[in-house]
């Protein structure tokens, strides 16, 4: 299956600022899930939406799923440059387990 | 939470030779293990899908004779890359889930082949 498209490719804001980031996908999913990747390392998993939910809160993370528009967004508010990485979100077809991954999104929060 | 572990973290060899990464569930039983290939600033691509005690499924465009996957047990499954091609250069990832639920990643295999 095809990978999902995120936007923007790109992303630098300084502390304090809020990030937004949005995922479009092709096909009929049970979940979407977000994850953050340091340069080089293993993903963490962030949270996971279901695809019967429309938003979900974890700490300064805000996720919207819009399944008519095959659409999710990722917010993360008060970013920290901790928070510089690149973001990833990823479905679960249905009837499948398998994950498909979206392009990424590089943030770069700035001191 | 659950831990997946791979190892090595790091490996260089040269052309025409064989690498085995290994991905382990640390404190879990894991019924499906799951690889990943990533190359520099691109996204994850799903090479495999493993269970225990069963051939593995391969994605389309993944060659099963070169990239050799076996999942002995529920907390151990090992990938090798045979006969390494500079172009196999790249991030491995594994991950590991019970069925049904989460998949919980390694923290990936750097590989460069020379």
């Known amino acids: 299956s095809q990978q999902g498209e995120e936007d923007p490719q790109a992303l630098s804001i300084q502390e304090g600022e809020n990030a937004t980031m949005n995922c479009s996908y092709k096909t009929s999913i049970n979940n979407l899930q977000w994850y953050r990747q340091n340069s080089g390392r293993g993903l963490v998993h962030l949270i996971l939406i279901r695809s019967n939910e429309r938003e979900k809160h974890s700490g300064r993370l805000r996720v919207t799923l819009d399944t008519s528009k095959k659409s999710s967004s990722l917010l993360i508010t008060a970013s920290r440059a901790a928070d510089t990485a690149s973001y990833f979100c990823?479905?679960?077809?249905?009837?499948?387990?398998?994950?498909?991954f979206g392009t990424g999104t590089r943030l770069l929060v700035s001191p | 939470g659950a831990v997946v572990s791979q190892h090595p973290s790091r490996v260089i060899c040269k052309s025409g030779t064989s690498v085995k990464i290994e991905c382990r569930s640390l404190d879990f039983q894991a019924t499906t293990m799951f690889w990943y290939r990533q190359f520099p600033k691109q996204s994850l691509m799903l090479m495999a899908t493993?269970?225990?005690?069963?051939?593995?499924?391969?994605e389309q465009g993944v060659e099963k004779d070169k990239f050799l996957i076996n999942h002995a047990s529920l907390t151990l499954s090992t990938l090798t890359v045979t006969s390494a091609h500079p172009e196999d250069s790249s991030f491995y990832i594994c991950?590991?889930?019970?069925?049904?639920?989460?998949?919980?990643f390694g923290p990936g295999t750097r590989l460069l082949v020379l």
């Open positions: 493993s269970n225990e005690g069963s051939k593995a499924t391969y």
């Open positions: 991950s590991a889930s019970v069925e049904g639920e989460t998949q919980y």
């Open positions: 990823a479905t679960e077809d249905t009837g499948f387990q398998k994950l498909v």
